[in-house]
Structure formats: structure tokens, C-alpha cells
């Protein structure tokens, strides 16, 4: 698993752009200033994967853009320590950040084939979250309340149980809408009963699928 000096300088342009692109999180920039996102992708792709594009990884999901992995993990603000819950590891990218970021990350995947290699890759490259196969619709109960929520796929609608699982004072990141775009939000747990809800402008994800695992 290589990290070459040539990769090292092509991800210095890389935050150098998403700085201009208005990512202000010197803790998020550095994250991924640190991580060498080629390792997520097949080796086809190792001379694109330090550009700004989202990449197919297989089982019908891709890599979300870096602009898109940062301005989510920014919006969540982790603190050291945080609990958080990801819905979509995917490649295990986002999942990389929020432990670069020194979180306690839970991670949901559906799909079996990405759920086995994403955890094959973070646990050569020393990252060792908790991973999950299922629905990420269901959250994870048995291990809430969680300090910050993010979700990686494009949800129809806001999973009430998701909600439910936020401490008071939780940070629920989550991008809504149909297959064509979708809204981002940010929804803050208030207090039992109370969310507030603010968005951020229009993104592209790959459906988030409900009760359904392959």
C-alpha cells in the first residue's frame, strides 16, 4: 500500500481547492491532507484519484467527491471522542476521515461485497471502527445516543429512527431528495421532541435503499 511523494503533492493541490471551494475546517483539511484516498479505489484509478470527481467502486455505489466528504464532515463539526454513526461505508473513505478527525465511528453497509472490503482495507491500513451489515434506515439503537449522524447516500425521506438516536445537542448530517438531487441538511436534536432543520444547497448521491441488503 504505497503513498508516494507524488501522491502526497497531488493531495496538497486537492485541499488547496476545496479551501478555494470555501472548506474552512483546518481539522477536516488536514484529515484529508493526511489520507491517501487512491487506496479506496482500484489501481485503474490511481492517477485520477486526487481530482475532485466521485468514482465508481462497485455494487452500483461510488466514492463521493472530496468537496462533498468535506463539506459534510465539516458541517458535522466532530470533536475528538464524538460518537458517530455513518449510514453508507462505502469504500471506507468518510469512514477513514471521521477516525483521522479521533471519533468513535459506527458504520453501516448494505452492501455485502463493500461491507467486506471496506473493512479488509481499514483494518490493514490500522483503522478500526465497528462495522455493521444491515439497513441503515434502523440506525443502530443498542449503541445510541450518538454525539453526530451522517449518512452517505441519497434518503427519500429523514429516517425518524435516526433521529431518535441523536444525544440532545446532536448533529443529524443527511442529504434528502429523489434519484435526480437531493438538499442537504443539517437537523439539530433540540431536545426530545424538537429538531432543528437548516439546509445547504443541492447535492447528487446514490440512493439509500430501505430494508433492502445484497
Not at 195 to 209: A, C, N
Request: proline share 4%.
Amino acid at each position: 500500500m504505497k503513498d508516494t511523494y507524488k501522491h502526497k503533492g497531488q493531495r496538497i493541490k486537492l485541499v488547496e481547492e476545496l479551501i478555494k471551494q470555501g472548506i474552512s475546517d483546518e481539522k477536516v483539511l488536514a484529515a484529508i491532507s493526511r489520507l491517501p484516498r487512491h487506496l479506496f479505489l482500484d489501481s485503474g484509478y490511481d492517477k485520477l484519484a486526487y481530482q475532485n470527481k466521485a468514482f465508481e467502486i462497485g455494487s452500483g455505489q461510488t466514492i463521493s467527491q472530496p468537496y462533498t466528504v468535506a463539506f459534510q464532515t465539516q458541517l458535522l463539526g466532530v470533536e475528538k471522542g464524538d460518537k458517530v454513526l455513518e449510514i453508507g461505508t462505502g469504500s471506507g473513505y468518510q469512514t477513514a476521515i471521521l477516525l483521522e478527525l479521533g471519533a468513535q465511528v459506527f458504520t453501516i453497509e448494505r452492501q455485502k461485497e463493500l461491507f467486506l472490503k471496506a473493512q479488509t482495507l481499514l483494518n490493514q491500513m490500522g483503522y478500526h471502527p465497528q462495522f455493521f451489515y444491515g439497513d441503515g434506515y434502523k440506525g443502530k439503537a443498542g449503541y445510541s445516543p450518538f454525539d453526530k449522524i451522517i449518512v452517505t447516500a441519497g434518503a427519500p425521506f429523514i429516517p425518524e429512527a435516526l433521529q431518535k438516536q441523536l444525544r440532545i445537542g446532536g448533529i443529524l448530517v443527511i442529504p434528502v431528495g429523489d434519484s435526480e438531487s437531493q438538499t442537504m441538511y443539517s437537523i439539530v436534536r433540540l431536545d426530545k421532541n424538537e429538531f432543528q432543520r437548516t439546509s445547504f444547497g443541492e447535492f447528487l448521491f446514490v440512493p439509500m435503499l430501505e430494508g433492502k441488503q445484497s
